[in-house]
């Protein structure tokens, strides 16, 4: 492969949000290697493909349009995986701005280091609305913010947000050839689940590879009035949820923990109902929206342990046979 960045934009019904998106990535500096940008069209019923090809066509970006006719957001990653021409590719949401300077500074990363897997960047919210008092509580799971990390590479079993987020192509690749089937659902169409994006960080570093996170890697997310109401937020989180507790098992294998996966598993059940008495409590006290979001986050993942336990013991099992 030739020195450079596969640019992956993954779409659904994307056409009134990827020209901004399009004439951004136009703008941005190289120094030394060349970017190119796929468009995965998962099953549109609108004009992306159409609105993609004309403006590489009109314009000087390097790119393309591929399909993927099985619906769902970490199907559109793989095929945009498989579609790479560089080494080091970048996945870009169809609503992130980024800085001019984002491919040299992901670039200088890779280039230091060959053991480099997975890189995270800074995501700043961009919106039209006065945020509300409990986003900042919140914002990373809006890809905005730091997820608490520092600058430099970070300990195993760190996630990011999949917006911004660079990978080693052969990482990815070496993954999904394994055929690892994890159960994970992720965004299809309108449907909140999430999950592939935190099951690729997790797998790179199951390679054998290190996850990076710098803070001066920034990008704008433009979030839609809609999509900053409590009601919406609720949803999103039990959909961030929604693949609890299958990728414990990934934490599991990292953390080189001994003893029972199963008895692991057993025992958030006290745990989480205890969370959820707690949190109740202070919810009763205060009503205020940051305490009915925490209850509900043990809610949601006692909820999901019940619902996929059988799917994260597969997972570990797959997991443990491959990578032990």
């Not at 020195?3 to 993954?10: A, P």
């Not at 570990?316 to 491959?322: E, G, I, N, V």
Request: net charge neutral; glycine share 6%.
């Amino acid at each position: 492969m030739n020195k450079g960045v596969s640019i992956i934009i993954c779409c659904y019904n994307s056409a009134d949000r990827l020209p901004t998106v399009l004439d951004y990535l136009n703008k941005l500096e190289v120094k030394d290697f060349e970017y190119e940008v796929i468009v995965v069209d998962n099953l549109s019923t609108d004009a992306t493909q159409e609105l993609a090809t004309s403006f590489f066509f009109n314009s000087n970006l390097k790119g393309r349009v591929v399909h993927e006719p099985i619906p769902g957001l970490s199907n559109a990653r793989k095929k945009g995986v498989f579609s790479a021409d560089f080494p080091v590719i970048l996945f870009c949401d169809d609503d992130n701005f980024l800085n001019s300077d984002y491919l040299i500074q992901g670039m200088n990363y890779f280039l230091r280091n060959e053991k480099l897997g997975c890189l995270g960047g800074y995501g700043i919210a961009k919106v039209a609305m006065n945020l509300p008092y409990w986003f900042d509580q919140f914002s990373s799971s809006y890809a905005v913010g730091s997820l608490g990390k520092s600058t430099g590479i970070q300990n195993k079993g760190v996630i990011h947000y999949g917006a911004g987020l660079f990978f080693k192509t052969d990482a990815l690749k070496s993954f999904y050839l394994k055929s690892i089937d994890s159960s994970i659902t992720d965004r299809k169409a309108n449907l909140l689940s999430s999950g592939g994006d935190s099951e690729l960080c997790l797998a790179v570093q199951l390679e054998g590879f290190e996850i990076a996170y710098d803070s001066k890697l920034n990008f704008y997310h433009e979030i839609k009035d809609e999509r900053i109401t409590e009601a919406y937020y609720l949803k999103l989180r039990e959909g961030i949820l929604s693949n609890y507790p299958i990728l414990t098992a990934y934490d599991f294998l990292l953390s080189k923990s001994e003893g029972d996966y199963r008895l692991y598993l057993a025992k958030q059940v006290p745990v989480l109902l205890s969370g959820v008495v707690k949190t109740y409590i202070t919810l009763l006290r205060q009503r205020d929206f940051i305490s009915r979001v925490y209850c509900y986050n043990f809610i949601f993942r006692f909820k999901y342990l019940i619902r996929n336990y059988s799917s994260a013991i597969n997972l570990y099992h797959q997991l443990k046979r491959t990578y032990s």
